[in-house]
């Protein structure tokens, strides 16, 4: 019975967590990543290079919310400057660093919102 209740609370939480960091919106530090969810399905893919890159301090299972200005070229051949953030593994960070090139999604209502594909 305890350790039910504990595997319970254990999904509770991490349920809390998603929904804090990934659905709401306005979730970790104002950013709606439930908006950049929405992009990743239904946007246009592009390239994009990294500008720069910041730690928010915001955190999802020890990995890092980053905020990334990137220099997107859009497939129509128009490049312009975008903010975005996303939660990267401490694993995949050396891939991001400024000057990379990276795969990006942008909503086709809003072209300053950029999702960076997985």
Do not use: C, W
Not at 41 to 59: E, H, I, Y
Request: net charge neutral; charged share 15%.
């Amino acid at each position: 019975m305890a350790t039910t209740l504990l595997v319970v609370l254990g999904l509770l939480i991490l349920a809390g967590a998603v929904y804090l960091f990934l659905i709401r919106p306005g979730g970790a530090d104002g950013y709606d990543f439930g908006h950049t969810q929405r992009t990743l399905q239904s946007g246009t893919l592009a390239n994009a290079t990294v500008l720069q890159l910041r730690d928010t301090g915001g955190r999802l299972n020890s990995n890092p919310a980053i905020e990334f200005q990137l220099e997107v070229q859009a497939p129509d051949g128009l490049v312009y400057t975008a903010m975005t953030r996303a939660i990267i593994s401490t694993v995949d960070l050396p891939r991001f660093q400024p000057g990379a090139r990276i795969s990006v999604k942008i909503d086709p209502a809003d072209r300053g919102s950029v999702a960076i594909v997985p």
